[in-house]
């Protein structure tokens, strides 16, 4: 995870192109570690979701987020 002032991001960095890219939450969500699940026939190193739980501070509830692993993309994200 990375901290940016106010919330945390999930980021991945391409070796091979030295590019960065990130998943920022929303305002008031923090992220805890994240957790890389593989597509069960992947095509590609980074073909899967990442999945990270977390807590939105403004609504006092624990969050799930599903992310897509090669594009950084939210796919989805549940509260509980």
């Known amino acids: 995870n990375f901290f940016f002032p106010g919330q945390a991001a999930i980021g991945k960095l391409d070796l091979l192109s030295n590019v960065f890219t990130t998943w920022g939450p929303l305002e008031y969500i923090t992220v805890q570690e994240p ?28 969050i799930v987020v599903i992310i897509d692993a090669k594009s950084m993309q939210q796919l989805a994200l549940v509260s509980a």
């Open 35 to 62: 957790r890389f699940e593989a597509s069960p026939n992947p095509q590609s190193e980074d073909d899967g979701v990442i999945i990270c739980g977390g807590f939105n501070a403004s609504s006092l509830e624990g």
